[in-house]
């Protein structure tokens, strides 16, 4: 179901560069807005430390030590995992329909890995001894600890989606020089150093090979790998433990993986008029996706469900019983099954399907696999298998500072993808114009 | 290990045993005994192996007429490197000594030697270890052999009277803030148990702790000369993962400023013997636990405290044991046997049945983390409920939920401010 927006000029692929809006500097006000609450909450933090969360100790300590800062992080990280498995997937399978959003998916995994970093950042007690005191440990600690595999494995993702986005980006770069913003020219030869048209082919190559390591590392490795494995390996908490966790982590990637790339695609053709360059059978093929792993992780959902209440472990089963009666934890459920059933009866009544309700089933599904990863969180923590004391389950609802996180890194991706659509093209040359065209 | 002799030498007794051995040969006593002493500087890290083979080369070609050839010892600047020490070469250099060439060689290698190098050998191994990062991941923890020492506790739930006077014993020796309890005592009710019951809880300084193996920094280790599971408190970044991974509960993180200024404290307490910052309480935004009383087991309170904690000599109850779980006659062991022969069972009918009917049980023991502290008692099934016991927190001093604490620090620094 390939879309042909060859027709589609350069003029309309250039102009988030070569216009700026009123709405433009609205957006990039309410960006700075997001960013500047978080950072006065921050302060505070720094000043005072981590008990100005509403964290606590487990145990006789009454409270829960992860909270959201960690459910957020999971959260960014899948969206970021997501969205280069769907980028890596157009380059290596050639689903070339989604060849206009591909760019706009690196970049959203480029700035949901740095809001990921950022929480960790916020999270520890001591931010100041992260390079420090990782650096030193690495080669030691990587050999045991779970948490060293995620640095590790995710610094080694950023690696990658920078580089393939920065091979893809010399090449338009190089062709539509002359008009790119003058002003930003130092920023453009520095990014075309020793470049020159024969190194298209090997780049070519060298793109797939990336996309192809990046497929193969996705499920293995990171959402369905070490993200999960830093719960599912505990022996402390009932709820957290066992195999199904890899692929509950993956599902739930990347449905909000592709939740948030309608969100992003949808507000630039909305902003930029771009309904030639991102055609309706964009979203109508991502809204496909997204009911379909909407249904995987409803379906893995009910897998644990099902196997902690039936003759379970007596912890496991406490743990199971409490996370269905929360009613949070419907709504998480109900947001997703609700974007699933909306996209399924919108495939079957095309005239159902409208970009505006996919935006709003999307958004309901980030809320959900928020709630979701939070709830897993601070729930597994609540249950652990040594219940004896009267502070276990402990009590949480996060606090000030660290809602105003969650606002400032959601400002800082809406201040990234305004920064760098007036930088260099979001949507890729290729989207348009064929490897040949340009060449000649 | 090359000898038969191969504990680690620690008490006096051990010396005088070692000096009269010496004096039988006729080679220099005061010598062996030196090297001894030094061997287990070098095991502590005190002093290097270099070091070791420079004091006492010429002393021991002087002695045992030995020279550099025939020893065909390592260059001491190669030895640094090499992954094996000299001192593993010495070792078996002496026990290659031609018995039948020279008989009084072969009795210095078995008696006076044997302190000397094997005691030194056995010292290197732990060196090693300690080089690279203290019991890391747990595979170079010390484990459950015999040799070393081994800090353990044996706690006898049937002594306990609830009276928490251990908490308040730690919570002071160690200036934790407020609802910090390394030490924790529960009272609970449990089915089929009439009273209320008692179960005093530590770290349970496991030998395979998953809080060390999760540790991203290895802030959190394994002391490998004593299996002590301490936080380096200059290293930990406070991610708070051990604390997540423990299945116990009983780290404390510093959430805010501590209630004790850093002034107030002792520096003797916070540095271990390695020259660590482990002891007393931890600095805001990092870990902490009970240590063990790490700072005793040391040395840093006087001699007359090693070997003891604070929860154990405030226990009036005779309930703590603390000691080496290695050493048979250590207070923990002797504690567990005396108790168990006091309740004789009765095999005349039953031959089968075993010795004592005295039961005991390690928490969570299914959990794989092979704690060191034993207890004496019922084992809390999981239907056990923690209720208020005779003496309250509150009438101790004590706050029982430090969310309490930590709430009342979250919005006084908040002020008006938060919504
Ligand atoms: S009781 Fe917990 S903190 Fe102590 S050694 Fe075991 S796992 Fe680590
Ligand atoms: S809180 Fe400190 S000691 Fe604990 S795992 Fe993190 S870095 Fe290690
Ligand atoms: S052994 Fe020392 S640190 Fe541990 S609970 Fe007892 S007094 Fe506290």
């Not at chain 1, 099954?337 to 089933?361: D, G, H, K, Q």
């Not at chain 1, 696999?369 to 729930?379: A, Q, R, S």
């Not at chain 2, 002087?62 to 640094?80: G, Q, S, V, W, Y």
Request: glycine content about 10%; some cysteine; overall charge negative.
């Amino acid at each position: 179901m390939s879309v042909d927006v060859t027709s589609v000029d350069r003029d309309t692929l250039l102009r988030p560069i070569e216009t700026l809006s009123r709405r433009y500097v609205a957006a990039l006000a309410v960006a700075l807005g997001l960013i500047g609450v978080w950072l006065a909450f921050y302060v505070q933090q720094l000043q005072h430390g981590l008990v100005v969360t509403n964290l606590s100790d487990w145990g006789s300590g009454g409270g829960v030590p992860w909270g959201l800062y960690i459910g957020a992080f999971i959260w960014w990280v899948g969206i970021a995992h997501g969205g280069i498995i769907l980028s890596a997937a157009v380059r290596l399978l050639g689903m070339d329909t989604y060849q206009p959003v591909a760019r706009l998916a690196e970049l959203l995994t480029i700035a949901a890995l740095s809001c990921a970093g950022l929480f960790i950042l916020i999270h520890v007690g001591r931010p100041d001894r992260l390079v420090t005191s990782v650096l030193p440990a690495w080669p030691t600690c990587v050999q045991w600890s779970p948490l060293m595999w995620d640095v590790t494995v995710i610094t080694a993702y950023f690696v990658l989606t920078a580089t393939y986005l920065l091979l893809t980006i010399r090449y338009d770069v190089s062709r539509l020089r002359d008009r790119l913003p003058p002003r930003l020219e130092p920023l453009y030869r520095a990014l075309l150093v020793g470049y020159s048209e024969t190194e298209d082919a090997v780049v070519e190559r060298m793109v797939w090979w990336l996309a192809f390591a990046i497929i193969i590392m996705a499920p293995l490795l990171l959402h369905g790998g070490v993200i999960p494995w830093l719960f599912a390996l505990l022996p402390s908490m009932a709820g957290w433990h066992g195999g199904v966790q890899g692929p509950s982590f993956l599902s739930i990637a990347l449905t909000s993986a592709v939740s948030g790339i309608v969100i992003v695609s949808a507000a630039f053709r909305y902003a930029y008029d771009w309904e030639a360059l991102i055609p309706d059978a964009v979203f109508r093929g991502l809204g496909q996706w997204l009911g379909f792993f909407g249904l995987i992780f409803l379906w893995l959902q009910l897998q644990q469900v099902i196997t902690g209440i039936f003759a379970a472990p007596t912890t496991l089963q406490h743990a199971t019983e409490v996370k269905i009666s929360t009613p949070l934890y419907w709504v998480a459920i109900g947001l997703v099954a609700a974007a699933m059933l909306y996209v399924f009866a919108s495939s079957l009544r095309p005239t159902l399907f409208s970009i505006p309700a996919l935006v709003v089933a999307s958004v309901g599904v980030l809320v959900g696999t928020l709630v979701e990863k939070v709830l897993f969180v601070v729930e597994g923590l609540q249950h652990a298998h040594f219940d004896l004391y009267n502070g276990v389950p402990g009590a949480y609802t996060p606090s000030a500072v660290e809602l105003s996180a969650l606002a400032g890194t959601v400002g800082i991706v809406a201040l990234f993808f305004l920064v760098v659509s007036k930088v260099i093209p979001v949507v890729e040359l290729h989207a348009i114009e064929d490897y040949e065209e340009v060449d000649t | 290990m090359s000898t038969d002799d191969d504990s680690l030498y620690t008490s006096p007794d051990d010396e005088e045993r070692h000096r009269r051995l010496l004096d039988e040969t006729e080679y220099d006593t005061e010598l062996g005994l030196e090297m001894a002493r030094d061997a287990q500087r070098v095991s502590a890290g005190e002093l290097s192996e270099v070091e070791f083979y420079r004091r006492y080369h010429e002393r021991i070609v002087e002695e045992f007429d030995i020279d550099d050839r025939e020893i065909d010892l390592p260059d001491p600047d190669e030895a640094e490197g090499s992954g094996e020490g000299f001192l593993d070469d010495l070792g078996s250099v002496l026990a290659d000594v031609d018995p039948e060439t020279d008989e009084s060689r072969r009795s210095v290698m078995q008696k006076g030697a044997a302190v000397a190098g094997g005691l030194a050998v056995g010292g290197w191994g732990t060196v090693q270890n300690a080089a690279g990062q203290d019991g890391g991941g747990g595979a170079d923890a010390p484990g459950d052999d015999e040799e070393g020492t081994r800090w353990g506790m044996t706690i006898n739930l049937n002594n306990c009277d609830g009276c928490l006077a251990c908490m308040v014993a730690c919570d002071q020796e160690h200036n934790l803030s407020r609802g910090a309890h390394w030490m924790y005592v529960f009272a609970y009710e449990d089915e089929g148990q009439a009273d209320e019951n008692f179960l005093p809880r530590t770290c349970q300084h496991c030998t395979d702790s998953p809080c060390t193996k999760v540790c991203p920094v290895g802030a959190r280790h394994t002391r490998t000369e004593d299996g002590l599971v301490l936080t380096d408190y200059d290293i930990c970044i406070g991610c708070r993962y051990c604390e997540v991974s423990c299945p116990y509960g009983v780290n404390y993180f510093q959430w805010g400023e501590p209630d004790v200024p850093e002034s107030e404290i002792d520096e003797d307490t916070q540095y271990d013997d390695r020259g660590r910052w482990v002891g007393n309480r931890p600095p805001e935004g990092v870990m902490g636990k009970c240590t063990f009383c790490v700072d005793r087991q040391d040395g840093a309170m006087g001699e007359d405290l090693v070997g003891t904690t604070a929860c154990e000599e405030a226990c009036a109850m005779d309930a703590i044991h603390f000691g080496d779980l290695n050493d048979p006659e250590s207070a923990p062991n002797r504690h567990l046997r005396e108790y168990r022969e006091a309740q004789p069972n009765d095999t005349s009918e039953f031959p089968d049945r075993k010795e004592h009917t005295v039961s005991t049980f390690e928490l969570l023991a299914e959990r794989g983390t092979e704690p060191n502290v034993t207890f004496v008692g019922n084992e809390p099934s999981p239907h056990a409920e923690q209720v208020e016991g005779p003496v309250t927190y509150e009438e101790m001093g004590l706050v029982d939920d430090r969310k309490e604490v930590l709430d009342d620090g979250a919005t006084a620094t908040q002020g008006g401010e938060s919504a």
